[in-house]
């Protein structure tokens, strides 16, 4: 039989033991919660980018700002633009948003004097970007609003090649009414409306309905919102059942004639033709029409003759 004293010693010694393994297991358990919190609280992105059947979707996923254009959501744009971006089987991009908002332009909190020269030039340069580089790849990109869109955010649907808008979506450019003129904003809208249309709504801010964009040329088509998906898909399954090489090399020629003169660019879209009779999808499209057949398509930029 232990004496007192050894019994009180192994007495200690597992409330020592317990304490331990009760401790070991705090200790993960704490571990456990501090990194099942860091989960949750890593924020949501941005934007969000699925891509099935050929068709990219881009998503504004910031309704609590009215999917503001800040540098991060700019930037976060831009990547899901160009991911993979010359993947055979990517053939159109559909830009939409979350919320009611689909953009309400620059996110004016990085355009206060406190962020300075230097960021306010970030800003623009980054926005200027996306524009451009929307008109500068190889596939069509349709933006689908259903809702708001305002100065930055009306200059990215004028930006696009196609845009589809439901009837209760509205557009303006109201920088002028804070005392900061939209002219980012004009270059791509003074390209897609009339001139007076646009200094119409640079000047006063005034929003213009769905209808009235439709009727001068800011957006392709106008539909009921319960149609607005529908329809939306309808013209990017029309394009998916293109050549994406002919598209490419259209789309490329559409936008660099309308820069030129017009004797100018007869001669550019007369070169482009030739250089698209001599893809092998340029032949197989006409040789299908004579055979009365449905077109099998590359979708490369094979040659069918020099």
């Not at 355009?111 to 300075?116: D, F, H, K």
């Not at 002028?176 to 009339?194: H, M, Q, Y």
């Not at 879209?269 to 009365?292: R, T, Y």
Request: hydrophobic content about 40%; aromatic content about 4%.
């Amino acid at each position: 039989m232990a004496s007192p004293a050894v019994a009180s010693k192994f007495c200690l010694f597992r409330k020592v033991l317990l304490f331990s393994r009760l401790a070991t297991k705090t200790c993960v358990y704490d571990a456990g919660m501090k990194r099942s919190l860091a989960t949750h609280a890593q924020p949501e992105k941005l934007t969000v980018r699925v891509q099935q059947n050929g068709i990219r979707n881009i998503i504004l996923n910031n309704p609590k700002k009215r999917n503001a254009l800040s540098l991060s959501m700019l930037n976060s744009l831009q990547t899901d633009i160009l991911h993979e971006i010359e993947r055979e089987d990517l053939r159109v991009i559909i830009i939409s948003a979350e919320g009611p908002v689909f953009s309400s332009g620059h996110d004016l909190k990085e355009l206060t004097s406190t962020q300075g020269r230097e960021h306010h030039s970030k800003v623009f340069e980054a926005c200027a970007q996306v524009m451009t580089l929307i008109q500068d790849i190889p596939v069509p990109v349709i933006a689908k609003v259903n809702g708001m869109a305002t100065a930055a955010g009306c200059q990215l649907v004028a930006s696009c090649d196609i845009a589809v808008a439901s009837e209760k979506s509205m557009f303006a450019t109201p920088g002028v009414n804070i005392g900061l003129f939209c002219s980012t904003p004009a270059v791509a809208i003074g390209r897609a409306v009339p001139r007076k249309v646009a200094l119409e709504m640079l000047f006063t801010g005034a929003p213009i309905s769905a209808q009235d964009a439709l009727l001068h040329g800011l957006v392709s088509k106008v539909v009921l919102e319960e149609k607005l998906e529908e329809e939306t898909l309808k013209i990017a399954q029309k394009i998916c059942d293109t050549s994406r090489p002919v598209v490419s090399l259209g789309k490329a020629m559409f936008y660099r004639q309308m820069a030129q003169g017009r004797n100018t660019a007869y001669r550019m879209a007369s070169q482009a033709m030739v250089d698209n009779l001599a893809l092998k999808d340029g032949q197989e499209g006409i040789k299908s029409f004579i055979e009365k057949r449905q077109p099998v398509w590359t979708h490369t930029t094979d040659k069918a003759h020099k």
